[in-house]
């Protein structure tokens, strides 16, 4: 997905449609605390989606992902080596040390919230947990550039600045995932523009107050490459080096950068 040539700006969403849109998002970020807290060893990635899944319906809101573009699940549920977009099964039972990402959505009143983020089971190596502080790390300073006035790009520069940040403030090599990235969000998951997480600042649509991203660094170990597998979801490292994702939906507003997905606890 890209923006079009002559769509210069991102819209903007009114003050009131922001406030909406972290309605939805709030229960996003309730379902993913939900998930980590409950995730343990022995569990199977089915068990971290019903609980999504009962969390958002119990809000009064939908799961965005479950039927989206067919889709089977409430949450994707990425594994180590997995990406993004792993399929919540009872086959894949979590073990100590895994490293897991869960991404959600939830659609309330007509709008959207999605969000994910990365977490260990039980006690994860030190490159696993060097890689996951980094991805988290490189979200937030990505986030700051999220102002009006800015270009589209200049986000992506500053994910691209902040992973080449990462990598000497927590001692690892970092690769950025190629071809996948942020994108915007509104009455629809996704919408334009494609948020790219690297690239040369300065370039595409203006960002404008009240404009809305998806910002979703995905940091891999050992390779910028990645393959789908049969199930046409399912996106693994082609060297099987394990992979971290993190994201916040993220409005640009006069007084800075506000998260419209918010976590009920400290991430």
Partial sequence: M???RGKKKIIARTPGELDAMEAAGRIVGEALVAVRDAAAEGMSTKDLDDIAEEIIRSRGAYPT????????????????????????????????GDLVSIDCGATLDGWVGDSAWTFGIGETSGKATALNQATRFVLYEGMKAMVPGNRLTDV????EKATDEAEEKFGVELF????????????EMHE???????????KGPLIQEGSVLA???????????SVVADDEWTVATTDGSWASHWEHTVAATASGPRILTPRTVAD
């Fill in 2 to 4: 890209g923006f079009r």
């Fill in 65 to 96: 992902f479950l039927g989206y573009m067919g889709y089977p699940a409430t949450v994707c549920a990425s594994v180590n080596d997995i990406i993004v977009h792993g399929i919540p099964d009872r086959k894949t039972v979590l073990k100590h």
């Fill in 156 to 159: 992506s520069w500053a994910l």
């Fill in 176 to 187: 950025i995932v190629d071809g996948y990235g942020g994108h915007g969000i509104g009455h």
């Fill in 192 to 202: 334009e523009p494609f948020l790219s997480n690297e690239g040369a600042p300065g």
């Fill in 215 to 225: 910002i979703e660094p995905m940091l891999t170990l050992g390779t910028v490459d």
